[in-house]
Every structure is written in structure tokens, then in C-alpha cells.
């Protein structure tokens, strides 16, 4: 399968930056592919796909609307700002089960990579 | 809660429904596409499908009282309670049928949304203007899969084509009319009935699979054991015990018959319901009313 560079703009002004690639057999699965994995968050106003090695004014550029790429819809839930500071939210749960008098002594799941926690 | 649900409530529910179970089908994928690319492209196409669940269950909210939200409406119902499609909930079985699926699913949903886009119920055309917006990316995933797949080699055809197979009776009954659908054809919130939209579906699904030399999966699905005469000689009108189908007629396809793998629009599901059920909303049930 053919290797295609994913170019992108992150404003209008801007010139077109090489942001990634992707394999795809053809043109179309390419521009499909570049913008879902690269232009699902607002990541840019415009996309395009050229494949690697042909000539740097060889693109192809996505069909759609800069206002609707990446997405209209509330994506909030996809950040990962569950796992933002576990820590504190378990020192927070330590504290208020220790006020009813009780203490989380279940021993850390084992370290599959090294190091810490019980086998 | 659904037992005597309006009828604007029961449309949403079957909307967001099969977007939220779909959309879980989906979402099984994650790490298990055949390449990484693919695989992140049909997890987004996933996560849209729950978020465009989640904006329509917003709007279900204003006929309901207090104690319901948007999670206790996703998560927090008994299985007869959701009102999707049979088909959303079958397990996938290889990626050509979860393509399959998908393109049978999101051509029915273009069909339907754009039908409700002149919907007497504004709140409902101003949600389906957004969600359209990105429903045809997936439309557009759909036909890319569908056209690269059906072109060959003969594996992948074969996979499709099992696909469709597998999933077009069931796809059918996406258009199973919804409890009191008279009373919102009437007051103009569904605008085209379901069986005219079915109709539309289906012819549209049959060009497209003519054009593929696919249309023997449609032949497959034709009606069988209708019109049975009596010892007499008499045709029976009543009941028909048919098997129902598809076929060409006039030169276009059409449904014949009542629906394979319908009740979902009613609550009844098939028997791969529970475990989905249980694995989606074993969180919301273990600790309900949790947040992150």
C-alpha cells in the first residue's frame, strides 16, 4: 500500500505543513483516511494528501466546509481529563474514607513492566 | 418509562437508540481494525454516533421529569425500554460486516434525517442540521469501503457480500413503523412515513448494489410462500404467513411482506441484546449517579 503525506492549514493564511501521513491504496481512502486521523479535533481549516514522492504541487485537496471539519458536535468527552490528577482525587478519597474511620488497603495491582506493587 | 411514551419521545429514543447501540457495536473495534488508520477512523465514526445519541437524549429530557438525565437516559433503562433497531445490536461478526452494516445503516439514517430536516419540530431539524453535518463523513466512509470492497479481490467481495447478506432483512426493519407513527405523520414531526421512507431506501440501495453486480444479495431476500391457493383453488387473503422480502418490481426494489427482525421499535430484542446491555451499562448500574 502507497505511503501519503497529510498536509494541512491551520488557518487560511497559512501555507500548506506537512502534519503526518497515512497508507492507503488510493487518492479517495487517502483524503478519507487524512481527515480522520488527523482533522477530527479542529486541528485545521483545510487538508490535503500527496503521495510521497511525487511533486511537492502534486496535491490533492479535501472536499468540505472549514467550519464543519473536525466536527460539530461537542467532543468534550473525549479528552482524557479523567486521568488529570488521579492523585489528588485519591488522596481526596483517602481522606474522606478515613473519616468514617476506614482506609483503602487493597495492594497496588502488580507491575507488569518493573518496579513497585506486590507480585 | 417507554410503555406509554409519547410519540415525539418514542421517535427520539429509536433515533438515538440506534445511534447509541450502534455506536457501541462500533466502538468494539477500537484496536482491531485491520490497520491503524481504519481503526482510528471507525473509533471516531464511533464516538460520533454516541455524541449525535447524546445531543437527541438532551432533547427527550424536556418530556421527562427531573429525576432523568442524560446518563440515566443512555445507561439507566431495562432492556425493553430501548427502542433500536435489532440490527445495531448484533454482534459483529468480521470487518466486511460491520462495513456492510455500516453502509446499510448510515444510508437509512441519511434517508430518514433528511426527511425529518423539514419536520414540523424545530428543536429536532436544529439537532439533525448538526448531526447531518457529520453523518456525511460516515455516508461518504460507508460508500468508499462499499465501492474498494466490491471492486475486489474476491475475499473482500465475498466478505461484503456476506455482509449485506447477513444484515439486509434485518437492515429493513430499521423502517419498522414506530408506536403511534399516525399521530406524527399527522402533526407534520415525521414528515414521510416509514414505509415511504423505506421505500426510498431501498430503491437507493439497489442501485447502488446493481451497479456493484451485488443486487444477487436482493434476489436472495426475495418473498417466498405467498398467495398459498386452497384446496378449492381460493386465494387466502388472510393471514399471510409469508417470509418477507424484497423485490424487483417495475424497476425498482421494493419490500414485500411484514419485517424480519422487527420489535425493536417496541422493545423486543433479539438475544444478543442482554450481553451488549449488560456490558454498556454495567458501570451506570454498579454505581449509579457516579461522575468522573
Known amino acids: ?119 | 418509562m417507554t410503555d406509554d411514551a409519547s410519540p415525539r419521545l418514542t421517535l427520539l429514543l429509536a433515533l438515538a437508540d440506534d445511534d447509541l447501540i450502534l455506536g457501541h457495536r462500533h466502538s468494539e473495534w477500537t484496536g482491531w481494525v485491520p490497520h491503524l488508520e481504519e481503526d482510528l477512523a471507525f473509533s471516531s465514526i464511533a464516538q460520533d454516533e454516541m455524541a449525535h445519541a447524546r445531543l437527541l437524549y438532551g432533547l427527550a429530557l424536556d418530556s421527562l421529569g427531573e429525576d432523568w438525565d442524560e446518563d440515566r437516559l443512555a445507561l439507566g433503562r431495562a432492556p425493553d425500554g430501548y427502542r433500536n433497531a435489532v440490527l445495531c445490536e448484533r454482534p459483529n461478526r468480521d470487518w466486511g460486516f460491520s462495513l456492510a452494516r455500516q453502509f446499510l445503516y448510515d444510508t437509512a439514517d441519511d434517508e430518514r434525517t433528511s426527511a425529518l430536516m423539514s419536520s414540523s419540530w424545530k428543536e429536532l431539524v436544529e439537532i439533525l442540521a448538526l448531526v447531518r453535518t457529520e453523518e456525511a463523513y460516515h455516508l461518504d466512509h460507508a460508500r468508499t469501503w462499499f465501492r474498494r470492497l466490491a471492486g475486489g479481490p474476491v475475499a473482500a467481495r465475498e466478505h461484503l457480500a456476506g455482509g449485506l447478506e447477513a444484515s439486509l432483512a434485518e437492515a429493513l426493519a430499521i423502517f419498522e413503523p414506530l408506536p403511534a407513527e399516525e399521530e406524527l405523520v399527522a402533526s407534520g414531526v415525521l414528515p414521510v412515513s416509514s414505509r415511504e421512507l423505506l421505500g426510498a431506501w431501498l430503491a437507493r440501495v439497489g442501485e447502488e448494489l446493481e451497479a456493484a453486480s451485488l443486487d444477487y444479495v436482493l434476489e436472495r431476500h426475495a418473498p417466498v410462500g405467498d398467495l398459498v391457493p386452497t384446496a378449492s383453488g381460493e386465494i387466502e387473503e388472510t393471514p399471510s404467513f409469508a417470509v418477507p422480502g424484497v423485490a424487483r418490481e417495475d424497476g425498482r426494489w421494493v419490500h414485500r411482506g411484514d419485517f424480519a427482525g422487527s420489535g425493536g421499535r417496541w422493545g423486543r430484542h433479539s438475544e444478543d441484546f442482554t450481553p451488549l446491555w449488560e456490558d454498556l451499562t454495567g458501570l451506570y448500574r454498579a454505581h449509579p449517579g457516579a461522575t468522573w
Open chain 1, 1 to 119: 500500500m502507497e505511503i501519503w503525506d497529510v498536509l494541512g492549514k491551520r488557518t487560511a493564511g497559512d501555507e500548506w505543513s506537512v502534519v503526518g501521513a497515512v497508507k492507503a491504496p488510493d487518492v479517495h481512502m487517502a483524503l478519507l483516511l487524512a481527515r480522520e486521523t488527523h482533522f477530527r479535533h479542529k486541528e485545521g481549516v483545510a487538508y490535503a494528501v500527496r503521495r510521497r514522492g511525487d511533486a511537492e504541487e502534486a496535491l490533492t485537496v479535501g472536499e468540505g466546509d472549514a467550519a464543519t471539519l473536525g466536527g460539530v458536535t461537542d467532543r468534550s468527552y473525549r479528552r482524557q481529563e479523567a486521568y488529570a490528577g488521579v492523585g489528588a482525587k485519591l488522596r481526596r478519597v483517602a481522606e474522606r474514607i478515613a473519616e468514617r474511620g476506614l482506609r483503602i488497603d487493597r495492594p497496588r495491582p502488580p507491575d507488569l513492566h518493573g518496579g513497585g506493587g506486590d507480585p
